[in-house]
Nanobody, 128 residues
Framework: QVQLAESGGGLVQAGGSLRLSCAASGRTFRTLSLGWFRQAPGKERQFVATIRGSGGGNRAYYAPSVEGRFTISRDNTKNTVFLQMNSLKPEDTAIYYC???????????????????WGQGTQVTVSS
């Protein structure tokens, strides 16, 4: 079992920045693929970014809508994954969820069904 707890959401003006954190416990952290998804009101949950575990070279992948603005990273000594969000836009407003899975192959990374464990989410609101 893996327990995930997000933090760092809040209200920010367009163009601003936020850093989300997700603390994990319960399993060898460094082997996990860790992702961020988001869900806006009335919309489906969508992929934001994932960083693979040690078996995948800790490589990061991003949705086109956030590429160049968001950065996912991990600190294996603190069992924490981060999402640094810069140049935020009103359309980034959503609940952001942290997710974890064992080793993922490339085709699985953007599919939320591939992730076994989820946090409860943290609200990010970007005002115009």
């Amino acid at each position: 079992q893996v327990q995930l707890a997000e933090s760092g959401g809040g209200l920010v003006q367009a163009g601003g920045s936020l850093r989300l954190s997700c603390a994990a416990s319960g399993r060898t952290f460094r082997t996990l693929s860790l992702g961020w998804f988001r869900q806006a009101p009335g919309k489906e949950r969508q992929f934001v970014a994932t960083i693979r575990g040690s078996g995948g070279g800790n490589r990061a992948y991003y949705a086109p809508s956030v590429e160049g603005r968001f950065t996912i990273s991990r600190d294996n000594t603190k069992n924490t994954v981060f999402l640094q969000m810069n140049s935020l836009k009103p359309e980034d407003t959503a609940i952001y969820y942290c997710a974890a899975a064992g080793g993922l192959i490339l085709s699985q990374i953007r599919n939320m069904a591939s992730y076994d464990y989820w946090g409860q989410g943290t609200q990010v609101t970007v005002s115009s």
